[in-house]
């Protein structure tokens, strides 16, 4: 079975994915399979090179911008890019399995068991009450997505876009859950712990965190005061330091 990573970056993202990339292989150094990373925009050379001396095993790829700009999103977040370039993904055929993974997410355990997936759709459902759209039916959360073959296929593609195309939405995670609901396989919860209500308990079984909400542990404000008020200022900080030591090209913790 063919098994690749990918996430999705524009610059103001390559923070988060050297701290991704830096937490894979510290915390699961035998794995060195394919990382795509797509991009909607060039990046600067020495900027390529930098995530390159992080994973070895990376390749970048250009996302087709005209296909998405008909996609409606509501302004309740302003995002770094438009959320559809997500779809991109589901128009790749190399791999049996295409495990996505959000640039604001750090690999801190054993992922291994996660790589023989085999299904349509793996991810780790969404805790009662987020997701916006979805708070009151539930679904995945789409920071974490392990992809099989069968619906990375044309016809998925069109129908994310058509979908996405109806209405405004707050993100891209509803119209995947839209699409995608039928082919869901739930994956243990510790593979996409949410930072934004973290416990002693929650921290302590994850193997990915991954930073939800508006600010990011990379930007100047690292978290909002819902983030704070949710996990704690004791536990933000916490959380901040375990991903500082994960930001600097090749520079791990002790």
Same mark, same amino acid.
């Given at each position: 079975m063919k098994v690749g990573f990918c996430t999705l970056v524009n610059e103001g993202y390559v923070p988060g994915l050297i701290a991704l990339l830096n937490s894979l292989t510290y915390t699961n150094p035998t794995i060195d399979l394919p990382f795509l990373v797509y991009l909607d925009k060039t990046l600067p050379p020495h900027v390529q090179a930098s995530i390159e001396r992080c994973y070895?095993? /990376?390749?970048?790829e250009q996302i087709d911008e005209s296909s998405y700009g008909q996609c409606q999103f509501d302004g309740y977040r302003s995002w770094g890019m438009n959320p559809a370039y997500r779809y991109e993904i589901f128009k790749n055929e190399e791999f049996d399995q295409l495990i996505y993974?959000?640039?604001? $997410?750090? /690999?801190?355990?054993?992922?291994?068991?996660?790589?023989?997936?085999?299904?349509?759709?793996?991810?780790?459902?969404?805790?009662?009450?987020?997701g916006m759209e979805l708070k009151k039916i539930g679904g995945f959360n789409a920071g974490l997505l392990n992809?099989?073959?069968? /619906?990375?296929t044309p016809e998925v593609w069109r129908l994310l876009l058509e979908v996405a195309e109806s209405e405004a939405w707050t993100g891209n995670q509803t119209v995947l859950n839209l699409v995608l609901e039928s082919h869901f396989e739930e994956l243990p919860a510790q593979y996409n712990v949410g930072t934004s209500h973290m416990t002693e308990a929650s921290l302590a079984s994850a193997r990915i965190l991954h930073f939800l909400g508006k600010k990011k542990p990379w930007e100047p /404000?690292?978290?909002?005061?819902?983030?704070?008020?949710?996990?704690?200022?004791? $536990?933000?900080?916490?959380l901040l330091k375990l991903w500082r030591q994960f930001e600097n090209v090749k520079q791990y913790p002790d």
């Open positions: 070895g095993n /990376v390749a970048f993974i959000d640039a604001d $997410m750090l /690999v801190v355990g054993d992922i291994g068991p996660l790589l023989s997936f085999s299904g349509a759709l793996g991810a780790c459902r969404l805790p009662p009450g987020e992809i099989g073959r069968e /619906v990375r /404000v690292p978290f909002d005061h819902y983030q704070l008020a949710g996990a704690g200022p004791e $536990m933000c900080d916490r």
